[in-house]
């Protein structure tokens, strides 16, 4: 895998059962710092909940020069697109991808007129990621952060 790779040379592909193992894996680690700091982190349950609500209709494979890079689903409920599972490999991080990702799915959004939704970790640098692309804070509790951007025409 080359992490290096600029932003622009991503693509998405979709996802398919076959992938829940390495999202899995790839959530696992993803959330491991951020959960610890709250003393949350459990192994086999950071795993779980990846299993538990995978949906392969919404969820699509971030790639990078052919490999898994990370991943993002847009889940339509309650009359927003929930925005879930949205996780890159350390290597891809700080490098600009996620907010090529991000873009990519708020225009989509934009183009349907959608609210997108989402929950970040308190104290978690996702939330810097998600403020600098118009979300703002819909609810907070000691461990979620509850965040939302409105429809743009």
């Given at each position: 895998?080359?992490s290096t790779?600029?932003?622009?040379?991503?693509?998405?592909?979709?996802?398919?059962?076959?992938?829940?193992?390495?999202l899995a894996?790839?959530?696992?680690?993803?959330?491991?710092?951020?959960?610890?700091?709250?003393?949350?982190?459990?192994?086999?349950?950071?795993?779980?909940?990846m299993r538990?609500?995978?949906?392969?209709?919404?969820?699509?494979?971030?790639?990078?020069?052919?490999?898994?890079?990370?991943?993002?689903?847009?889940?339509?409920?309650?009359?927003?697109?929930?925005?879930?599972?949205?996780?890159?490999?350390?290597?891809?991080?700080?490098?600009?991808?996620?907010?090529?990702?991000?873009?990519?799915?708020?225009?989509?959004?934009?183009?349907?007129?959608?609210?997108?939704?989402?929950?970040?970790?308190?104290?978690?640098?996702?939330?810097?990621?998600?403020?600098?692309?118009?979300?703002?804070?819909?609810?907070?509790?000691?461990?979620?952060?509850?965040?939302?951007?409105?429809?743009?025409?």
């Amino acid at each position: 895998m080359d992490s290096t790779a600029p932003a622009s040379t991503w693509e998405f592909r979709p996802a398919s059962d076959a992938d829940v193992p390495a999202l899995a894996e790839l959530r696992a680690t993803v959330m491991r710092p951020d959960l610890t700091r709250l003393g949350r982190y459990d192994d086999h349950r950071v795993r779980q909940r990846m299993r538990d609500t995978f949906a392969p209709g919404y969820t699509s494979l971030v790639v990078v020069g052919g490999a898994l890079a990370g991943c993002v689903t847009v889940r339509p409920a309650g009359g927003r697109r929930w925005l879930e599972h949205f996780y890159l490999a350390p290597e891809h991080q700080g490098r600009g991808l996620g907010s090529a990702v991000l873009r990519a799915v708020l225009a989509r959004a934009d183009e349907d007129r959608a609210t997108v939704a989402l929950v970040v970790l308190q104290g978690s640098a996702a939330r810097r990621l998600y403020a600098r692309h118009g979300f703002v804070v819909e609810d907070e509790d000691p461990v979620d952060v509850t965040m939302y951007r409105p429809a743009r025409a």
